[in-house]
């Protein structure tokens, strides 16, 4: 069964509280940064939280997820704490990653969160090592693969989605298709001009879904990851959405229109178009919403708290960094 | 602190092709010396990944689109392996391709392009074509940008027959090795630190590619010393030399080389330059381990330098861990500028 | 204008003669081999030799091809001169790469032959690359580019024809799916079950051609090489067609049964189903297709003789063999 | 003379792990341990293109599809980027790959997964996941097949923080070795030589992975000698070895160290003879500059052992042009036993 439903209440008003935890993490990213306590380059997500959160809520205990350089959202949305993760970005010793990966490298393999990953297209041959190994140790996980529209014209999107294929492996493939790469218009970059289009390639369907909408990234995720636990084999999800900010720091936007950016802002934030849908619907009222919001702001006002208290690292790390002993 | 791709650098665009002498950075002067090549030679074109209205990740080509066009400077997909096996294809069939890799760690990705293709045609064919391209890598360390984004690979590229390697460590010779390279008819890898992008230095602007008078393959020795000789390249090199300066106050004498090229290697200038001092310290950024540090070292030690080598070599270079994010691990992990001082003092001191 | 119509008595001929140069060619090689004259390793592609010739008979003068491993059909077709082939093959100086490259580079690059490559899908991001100069030249010529099923499955395919496609190129991309890559059946390693059927990820259409037919191929091909030719973009072509020999010489065939290469040979050979049918529509006749396969069998017969008597190469070659100079 | 991919090994299955001693060969020593982790630890499964019915491009898994089964020896796509990247999503999620790489060239098409993803993650995670995958690379020359099929490129991995190289040159340690590097917690390339599978050697055979005594970064005194140090592995040990043998005709008494693991180097060993003999000659197949060899010299360089140096240090390696076809030109790129006879006369003979 999966972790939340968003159409439930108690679903919705989780997914409502991962979203703004999502949201209000970044924000204070940009806070940190402006504060020139952040070094190193991040890549934020806000504008795109529906898709995390409805597919992460999607998955069943026990499933993986691998993610991106822009991975701070599915971390979360996957259960991440958000104060191991400021210290993991502020390079302190208590961070996911002992301060050692930072942004692009934040991981928790213990609760099935194999890793951001720096490289794009990076984490796909991973997803799909991660599915063989629950076939061959009998376990019925599947591995949910978020990668960039972007990343569907590297050689590994090819490779992953073969190789999943013809071995019918439980890995859901789930592009996050924000419109650009970096700079590059997903129109101009990708031939065919759909992602989701490029499944029957592999013998997959290939399903375009609303990723501003999280009820809709849930179901599409549900369907997708209920199939492929049952053997059938894995899937292609395309989710459409929006990067509000500029791809990294060093980013001048002039690849797009201010225009268009406002557009997807006001008309269609995935958090403001869940919020009145709920309210509409009935299914949460005004008091819960504005709860979840507050417990957001509070848990991540708590965790920079925490996070910047925390040592950093010391040299003498490293020399035991770099090997595991048997 | 600044951003791993930070694009402060935006106004790369000067004078069309002005060959006044001035005051630049590093970046220009290596988008000084593309333009002057784009100018002179219609086949000449680059490709990269948001090399175009976005500038570069480093801002280096900021402007050429403008100035040259779609065709000519071509933002790709994000697709490493492609791009340099397109270059290849391209260089074989009469353009001249500049690739910018957009970080040197993609190169992982364009291996088989580089090293199974570029590097062998000319080679496996017998010498019946020519591979004249330029792949320009952006690599080091010092950015806070982690492990996978802040790698020195030329060790890879020095041991591959068919490649040549240069590694310019100033603003004249970023320029004018580019324009070697450009004219150069095999394939050419450039590598560029990061952070020397925003180095200021003094620029001769050259007209056309063929008025760079550097020659691919010859080190320099950049200062004079008598009591042991220092081997860097690229930032290392700057690192050497302010070390130098600091020693020289203490009265220890200091020349320094810097290679400038990696592949094919002038081991000739370090050996005159080991023969004189009989001291030799060899510094990079990129791990210890089988670096081309080593190769410095290794050619001294089997050549006529070795009768009058007074003192174990030493090489003060990267430590043998992937790049941290956190930044006393980063600096740990890079050589200082006082860890060369360290080494290069103890080394002054040893007893012959 | 193709360089020749199969479907003309004269085209006809030109053609016949050079898949009985084409399998001549490589039985010689085998027999080479089987006397110790040949060494290191090599594939023979007797069995395709309709793909190779229908292929580059459809090309104008000018063109580019890219060839792969099982390149000698694609090189004898494109005009190559059998005689530095086997020099080449034999290691000798008169050889098209001086005998530094062997059967796995042959290359021909005055006559736009680019050459075969030992790198499964290896010349496919090249082929890009010639097309890419052709535009910027100012050129017309299209590049013909070979590859093989099992190349089918690397990322170089994918990054290639996805390049190829956003840039609108002028390449035709020919796979040859003799059915197996070494040893693995194309249906077992493909997801999707078709190669033709992957060029809608790359908004291409993607076309089967029955690759033992030479007619098929030349008209699949030149309506592939004239559409890119007017700037109309790449195209992605399938050419079914069979093996005979081994992999390589190291192939035990445990793979496939012999009924399978049995049934192949007896009843689909491209030659044996070119001369029928030409013999029966009467566009050739008997004494002229005794006279096609007269004429290969000497040309290679002298080609053979001449090679083997040319000179090996001296070491001192090697100097300057690694870089060109200016 | 052999195809490059010959399999005239075929019978390489032998009693179900038997552990009786006996003369084998190479390759089946490979596949005897391939065989015993299999059988010892259920996590462990094959990967690889061709590695199942056709038994591998050199035989070296015949059989073992029918031992083990279409799940534990899985043959691949025509795919090298996503059967390394799926080795490596297997391994951080409690399995243990074991990967073939058809021609050690083509792991060109992999290196995003093995260097910046295998050999990264454990420490970029902060030592929370471990990556215990092997990867076997055959390679090297003097079959005939030309540049794009006979490169050593182990240089690369022996410099990339985070990997195990090892390069294992007899029967036995090709078996140990092996053994070691599939209980190994972190990623460990295993470099083959094409020419060595079929060398015939002694072999004890490990009933467990565990009972392997080889450890992995230790070098051995093949054999004792008081004049010089020759260093070499895989192949050129035995090349070296064979040098010996044919000088000690001449009295003159040649020690040789095989290194057996190329990352982390085994350096004190190294150190030990050459403080001993004065004297030391570096010997492997791939390129001179900036190979492995580079780094055995600069070790020696940089320690206690250069006071007792008494001739500069001499490398045998191979030719700095990318493989040629010809067997003339073939067998002049490797460094053959008879360069090394030649090499290691003159130093022995070097006035001191
Ligand atoms: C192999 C590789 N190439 C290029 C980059 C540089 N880069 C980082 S993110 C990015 C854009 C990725 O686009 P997409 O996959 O759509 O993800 P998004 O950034 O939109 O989330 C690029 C080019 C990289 N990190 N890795
Ligand atoms: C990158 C790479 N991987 C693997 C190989 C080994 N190899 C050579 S040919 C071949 C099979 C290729 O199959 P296909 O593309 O169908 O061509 P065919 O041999 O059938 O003509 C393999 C696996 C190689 N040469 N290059
Ligand atoms: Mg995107
Ligand atoms: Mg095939």
């Known amino acids: ?326 | 602190m600044p951003a791993a791709d930070s694009t402060d650098t935006v106004d790369t665009i000067e004078d069309p092709v002005s060959t006044e002498v001035r005051t630049t950075t590093y970046a220009k002067a290596v988008a000084a010396a593309l333009r002057t090549a784009m100018h002179a030679d219609e086949r000449v074109f680059m490709a990269g990944e948001d090399i175009g209205i976005y500038g570069g990740a480093f801002g280096v080509t900021d402007g050429l689109l403008q100035e040259f066009g779609e065709e000519r400077i071509r933002d790709t997909p994000i697709s490493e392996d492609a791009i340099v096996g397109m270059a290849v294809g391209a260089a074989i069939t009469g353009t001249r391709p500049i690739v910018e890799m957009q970080f040197s760690d993609f190169v992982v990705n364009a291996m088989d392009p580089l090293v199974n293709q570029a590097a062998k045609l000319y080679f496996m064919y017998g010498g019946n074509v020519e591979v004249p391209m330029v792949l320009r890598l952006p690599g080091g360390g010092g950015t806070g940008a982690a492990a996978q984004h802040s790698q020195s690979l030329e060790a890879w590229f020095a041991h591959v027959p068919g490649l040549k390697v240069v590694a310019p460590s100033t603003v004249q010779d970023a320029h004018d090795l580019l324009l070697a390279a450009l004219v150069d008819p095999n394939p050419v890898v450039v590598v560029e630190h990061k952070l020397l992008y925003k180095q200021e230095g003094a620029l001769t602007p050259r007209a056309t590619p063929e008025d760079s008078p550097a020659v691919i393959g010859e080190a320099a020795v950049v200062r004079e010393g008598t009591d042991l000789t220092v081997v860097g390249y690229s930032l290392n090199t700057h690192k050497a030399l302010d070390a130098a300066e600091e020693l020289a106050a203490e009265g220890i004498d200091v020349e320094v080389v810097d290679l400038r090229t990696l592949r094919p290697l002038d081991t000739e200038t370090v050996i005159e330059s080991v023969c004189r001092t009989g001291k030799l310290l060899v510094t990079h950024e990129a791990p210890t381990a089988v670096g081309v540090g080593a190769e410095v070292v290794a050619a001294v030690a089997g050549s006529r330098a070795f009768d009058h080598l007074l003192a174990p070599i030493v090489r003060v270079c990267g430590r043998e861990n992937p790049m941290p994010y956190a930044p006393a691990l980063e600096a740990a992990t890079i050589p200082q500028t006082a860890d060369l001082v360290a080494a290069m003092r103890a080394l002054a001191a040893e007893d012959v």
């Open chain 1, 1 to 326: 069964m999966p972790r939340h439903d968003p159409t439930e209440p108690s679903g919705a008003l989780e997914a409502l509280t991962t979203m703004w935890t999502i949201r209000r993490f970044e924000e204070a990213l940009e806070d940190l940064y402006s504060r020139g306590m952040l070094h190193g380059t991040n890549h934020l997500s806000i504008g795109q939280e529906a898709v995390a959160v409805g597919a992460c809520g999607a998955l069943e205990d026990g499933d993986f997820i691998t993610s991106t350089h822009r991975g701070h959202g599915h971390s979360i949305a996957h259960g991440a704490d958000p104060e191991p993760m400021f210290a993991e970005l502020l390079g302190r010793e208590t961070g996911y990653c002992g301060g050692r990966g930072g942004s692009m490298h934040i991981a928790d393999v213990g609760s099935g969160n194999l890793g951001a990953n720096g490289i794009v297209a990076g984490s796909m041959t991973l997803a799909v090592g991660a599915a063989l190994s629950q076939r061959l140790l009998g376990s019925s996980a599947v591995v949910l693969c978020f990668f960039g529209d972007g990343a569907a014209n590297e050689g590994s999107f090819h490779e992953a989605l073969n190789l999943a294929a013809v071995w019918e492996l439980p890995v859901v493939f789930l592009c996050e298709n924000n419109q650009y790469g970096m700079s590059m218009a997903s129109d101009l970059s990708t031939a065919g001009g759909s992602v989701a289009g490029r499944g029957a390639a592999y013998g997959l369907e290939g399903v375009r879904l609303d990723g501003n909408d999280v009820i809709a990234v849930a179901e599409g995720v549900a369907t997708a990851a209920a199939a492929a636990r049952e053997g059938r084999g894995p899937a292609l999800l395309e989710a459409i959405t929006y990067r509000y900010r500029g791809h990294s720091k060093s980013d001048r936007n002039l690849y797009r229109t201010q225009d268009e950016i406002e557009e997807w802002r006001t008309e269609r934030d995935p958090i403001a178009r869940f919020e009145a849908r709920l309210l509409e619907e009935g299914r949460l009222d005004r008091e819960a919403i504005d709860g979840a919001r507050q417990t957001a702001r509070e848990r991540i006002r708590d965790a920079v708290k925490a996070a910047v208290q925390a040592p950093e690292p010391t040299v003498d790390v490293l020399e035991e960094a770099v090997y595991a002993r048997r």
